[in-house]
């Protein structure tokens, strides 16, 4: 993910998910890949944004709290978040915030 998230105006909600991940792939970049196109499809996603270094960061856009909850709930996103536990994470963090105002230099 190379640009930043293109949301509207505030309020609207952020995950924030917060990773270190095993050694090895194990299948983790495919699923990964798939678990960006499958949230686009997700009623209520406005966007997403990614980095990895050593330290994962992606932040999810969605419109309410009610999305994320369908989200949480999607069952290949439940195999991800149960891979994630058993393979491919070795600590992560899930942080839930109402954004409230955002700002910016748009390109």
């Known amino acids: 993910m190379t640009r930043i998230a293109n949301t509207p105006e505030p309020p609207y909600y952020a995950v924030i998910f917060t990773s270190i991940r095993t050694d090895g792939d ?55 978040q149960r891979l994630g536990r058993s393979d491919w994470y070795a600590t992560f963090k899930v942080r839930i915030a109402r954004v409230e105002r955002d700002y910016g230099l748009d390109a």
């Open 26 to 80: 194990a299948g983790y970049g495919v699923m990964a890949e798939r678990m960006v196109d499958l949230a686009a499809q997700q009623p209520g996603f406005l966007g997403l944004e990614s980095v990895r270094n050593e330290l994962g960061v992606t932040v999810s856009y969605w419109e309410s709290l009610e999305a994320i909850k369908r989200w949480k709930a999607n069952v290949e996103h439940r195999e991800a």
